[in-house]
């Protein structure tokens, strides 16, 4: 009787660890291939994929929130972080562009401030030419 | 104290300095990313250098290019717009073709497959910016190395049949074409391009289903991708789902407003006095990257070594590679590999090395194309688009 509940115990746990690894597999492959549907109704495999994220991280400071909620709307903020540092008049075009060019719903005072911010993290001193 | 050294030296952007820098992925990888970015790895895809995350911007580390055909796991990614397809059903899924023609169709892939002659040819495929965080000033858009760039196979069908099938009605001027992917705002315009009639009917322009042998990765445009070899990425449209034949001249944003050079002889203009009159992005123009040394690679005084590197223009080919060791005071003729891949691929070359002593080298590579054209100097645009200058990379030898 005791060597059957121990048997069974050990079934148990077995199988969880097998139920794991199984996920902790399938979880890598997700992560490197594409989930692929067969159907006999097409000769190619469908394909599926879940994109990782990695949001970055930004300093506190006056704007940074507007800055994070208006701009991370439609893009990552890695769109910042990989820029080089540009003067004001280079941020001001650019937030200016994603308002006029691309409607982004962001209004006059709000933008002053996230070109702030923007300068704030990456800014310099105007170019002299 | 070392920290308060950095913030009072720091400055205006010194409040950067201090920030935790985006590197936690840059950890025990040999890939080498520039300031502000990391590698990642994606769905599909090898450890790339990202870019950006949403949508994916991912670069090719150089030394994938030792090789003829750029593995799919390692090709660029480049998507203008967060809303990209990451799931594709082939039982749902058409490539319609409508617009200005005799019989609109409603294709899917494995009727492209069986109803129209299959099609292979390798080409390089290299984005508008490939390169634009050299520029000098530095100008604002996707910061790319030299590695938005690849060469592979391409097999599918030729866009001329599909048109032919479809009948051309008279008078039809352009096509257009548009993917799977949308912009996350109402207010945006959906990425279309647009190609002349007599361009989409030549023989070269194809709708792929196959990249080196497979099907492509969701990333770089599954199920289908216009390919239009010797012209920049920004045409090769990903998920092609929307073929349009216009009696007239698309007047899109992505043509009349996006993806401009200066016209004129070598795209360029001056900060202080850009360009007036300007056309849409065309063809590539001739250069070449050099691939090794790179990285971890030792060269050492009196031992031999080999430089190697590609080079590619817009379909004319590479008539000659030229390697210079002093900075440009004198030139050695690379040797062009065997190898044939047609003139739309990727060139290798190869100089024997053996450096007398040790010290700083500079090192720089000059192409000659077929049609003549030779890299030369590097001119500015602010867009940063098609950077093809002599580019220098000093290596230090021990």
């Known amino acids: ?129 | 104290m070392l920290l308060a050294a950095t913030v009072a030296a720091g400055g205006l952007t010194g409040a950067c300095t201090n920030v935790r820098q985006p590197d936690d992925f840059q950890n025990g990888s040999i890939i080498k990313v520039r300031d502000g970015l990391s590698v990642a790895r994606f769905p599909e895809k090898e450890e790339l250098i990202m870019l950006t995350d949403r949508p994916p911007q991912l670069e090719t580390p150089l030394f994938y290019y030792r090789q003829d055909l750029t593995p799919n796991e390692a090709f660029f990614v480049r998507w203008h717009f967060s809303g990209i397809p990451t799931s594709v059903d082939l039982r749902t899924f058409r490539l319609d073709v409508g617009g200005h023609v005799q019989k609109p169709l409603s294709l899917t892939v494995d009727e492209l497959r069986q109803q129209f002659e299959p099609v292979s040819l390798v080409a390089v495929n290299q984005c508008s910016g490939n390169s634009r965080s050299y520029f000098t000033p530095q100008v604002p858009g996707g910061q790319w190395g030299h590695g938005a760039v690849g060469n592979a196979r391409w097999t599918g069908v030729r866009l001329k049949d599909i048109l032919q099938k479809a009948g051309l009605k008279p008078q039809s001027m352009q096509v257009t074409f548009a993917g799977l992917d949308e912009p996350p705002l109402y207010s945006m315009h959906k990425f279309v391009k647009a190609l002349d009639i007599d361009h989409a009917n030549s023989d070269e322009v194809l709708v792929a289903y196959e990249m080196n042998g497979e099907a492509l990765p969701l990333l770089n445009g599954f199920p289908l991708r216009l390919v239009v070899p010797g012209w920049y990425a920004t045409y090769w449209v990903k998920s092609l789902a929307k073929i349009d034949v216009l009696r007239g001249k698309f007047d899109g944003f992505w043509m009349e407003k996006a993806y401009r050079i200066p016209k004129n002889a070598n795209a360029s203009e001056m900060p202080e006095n850009l360009a007036k009159d300007t056309v849409p992005i065309n063809k590539m123009n001739v250069r070449s990257i050099l691939v090794r040394p790179d990285l971890s690679d030792l060269v050492r005084a009196g031992k031999p070594f080999e430089i190697e590197g590609i080079a590619f223009d817009g379909g004319s080919g590479i008539a000659k590679v030229e390697v210079s060791l002093d900075g440009g005071n004198s030139w050695n003729v690379a040797k062009l590999d065997n190898a044939d891949y047609g003139n739309f691929s990727f060139k290798r070359w190869r100089l024997a090395w053996t450096p007398t002593s040790a010290g700083n080298y500079k090192i720089m590579t000059r192409a000659t194309a077929g049609d003549g054209k030779i890299q030369g100097l590097q001119y500015w645009n602010k867009s940063g688009y098609m950077r093809n200058g002599i580019e220098q990379v000093e290596v230090p030898v021990v």
């Open chain 1, 1 to 129: 009787m005791r060597l059957k509940r121990i048997n069974l115990f050990t079934i148990l746990v077995l199988s969880a660890v097998l139920y794991l690894a199984a996920q902790v597999k399938a979880d890598n492959a997700d992560s490197k291939t594409a989930k692929t549907t067969e159907d006999k109704s097409v000769s190619v495999k469908s394909k599926s994929i879940d994109l990782p994220y990695y949001p970055p991280d930004f300093p506190p400071g006056k704007g940074r929130e507007l800055f994070i909620s208006r701009c991370g709307v439609c893009h990552s903020l890695r769109y910042i972080t990989m820029q080089p540092d540009f003067p004001e008049k280079t941020w001001t075009k650019e937030v200016d562009k994603m308002i006029k060019t691309y409607g982004a719903h962001i209004d006059k005072k709000e933008a002053r401030e996230i070109v702030d911010y923007l300068i704030s993290i990456k800014g310099k001193a105007a170019e002299k030419h």
